[in-house]
């Protein structure tokens, strides 16, 4: 696979057949792939070879995907994959609260693996890469794709790089609605299905900490339905 042969992915995932079966499908795509088979081995693995994305799955002996990717994430930005064979929604909320990116719920394709592992990956280089534009300066926030920096009121926030993505596209045209799953094009390289609920749960997070009122919100106005704008 051009570009991304050096690319290096961490799979963490206590059942062996899957591990086995997710490394020969990624190694077949051109990857180098390091495998943990639980929480305190990929700790340790992450910050021995500090891999360019880590796939997790979110039921692991003692430790939980949720605890290893906060651990993780400590030390800068990984992106992260997280795997569930549960379908509640409380804990794909609670994935990304802990700095998951994306998530994909058990039994799922290893072509569908694969292509999220590169859409990913594309992502993040997409994002370390940029350097767009001029700053943007609205309703009291600062938004500067150049250092990455956001500040509301002169106060900056912390936001991961999914989150900065979604308010540079929203801040960049004031009044113009985006819909999901525009959204999910233009950050996450792809749509499917459950891409709504992805967007939403990013946008809540990132809109708390932008100290926005669900009800008279200051930056991100919801469009019921169809998606969110930035308010003019």
């Known amino acids: 696979m051009s570009g991304v042969a050096t690319k290096t992915v961490l799979v963490v995932e206590d059942e062996e057949a899957i ?38 799955d979110l039921m692991l ?32 909320v609670a994935g990304f609260a802990v700095g998951a990116d994306d998530y994909l719920t058990k039994p799922f394709s290893l072509r569908e693996l694969a292509a999220r592992v590169q859409a990913i990956l594309r992502r993040r280089e997409r994002i370390e890469g940029s350097a767009d534009g001029a700053p943007i300066e609205r309703h009291g926030l600062l938004v500067d794709g150049r250092r990455r ?4 009121d002169g106060e900056e926030i912390q936001l991961t790089p999914l989150e900065f993505e979604i308010l540079h596209v929203l801040a960049r045209e004031p009044g113009v609605v ?3 799953d525009q959204l999910m094009d233009r950050i996450w390289g792809y749509r499917d299905h459950a891409g709504g609920r992805v967007v939403d749960s990013h946008v809540a997070r990132l809109r708390r900490k932008l100290g926005e009122d669900g009800n008279d919100p200051r930056f ?13």
């Open 178 to 180: 985006v819909s999901r």
């Open 149 to 152: 920096l956001v500040e509301v």
């Open 19 to 56: 591990a086995e079966a997710v490394r020969a499908r990624l190694q077949s795509e051109g990857y180098e792939v390091l495998v943990a088979a639980d929480g305190p081995e990929a700790i340790h693995v992450h910050a021995e070879r500090r891999p360019d994305l880590v796939v997790l």
């Open 61 to 92: 002996p003692g430790m939980d995907g949720l605890e290893v990717c906060q651990r993780i994430q400590r030390d800068g930005w990984t992106p992260v994959l997280m795997l569930t064979a549960r379908t509640e929604e409380a804990d794909k």
């Open 220 to 232: 991100i106005r919801t469009v019921h339905g169809v998606g969110y704008a930035f308010k003019e």
